[in-house]
Nanobody, 115 residues
Framework: VQLVESGGGLVQPGGSLRLSCAAS????????MMWYRQAPGKGRELVAT????????TYADSVKGRFAISRDNAKNALYLQMNSLKPEDTAVYYC?????????WGQGTQVTVSS
């Protein structure tokens, strides 16, 4: 199982970024997917989730209305569209899945929101 995030970078407050997570080594379409983030000196925080088939989504209150999680099962890809970014969104962003009772994480991608 491999999860590879990309799309992070430096953006000004109010800007947008789209993160991607490329998945391989498991049946992506059967698995729920999640985005987490970890800011410096803080614990890892759940940002958004999406179910495997219906695509039902949930969001942390801190990102509701600004972030959108989506998936393309044909491409084995997970996305996080982040709009109206704030300095407090600065963190390393990770994708995660659960496959056959094991948990898998990507290596993370850094998002920095600063002027």
């Amino acid at each position: 199982v491999q999860l590879v995030e990309s799309g992070g970078g430096l953006v000004q407050p109010g800007g947008s970024l789209r993160l991607s997570c490329a998945a391989s080594g498991f049946t992506f379409s059967n698995c729920p997917m999640m985005w987490y983030r970890q800011a410096p000196g803080k614990g890892r925080e759940l940002v958004a989730t999406i179910t495997s088939t219906s695509g039902t989504t949930t969001y942390a209150d801190s990102v509701k209305g600004r972030f959108a999680i989506s998936r393309d099962n044909a491409k084995n890809a997970l996305y996080l569209q982040m709009n109206s970014l704030k300095p407090e969104d600065t963190a390393v962003y990770y994708c995660k899945t659960i496959w056959r009772i094991a948990i898998y994480w990507g290596q993370g991608t850094q998002v920095t929101v600063s002027s």
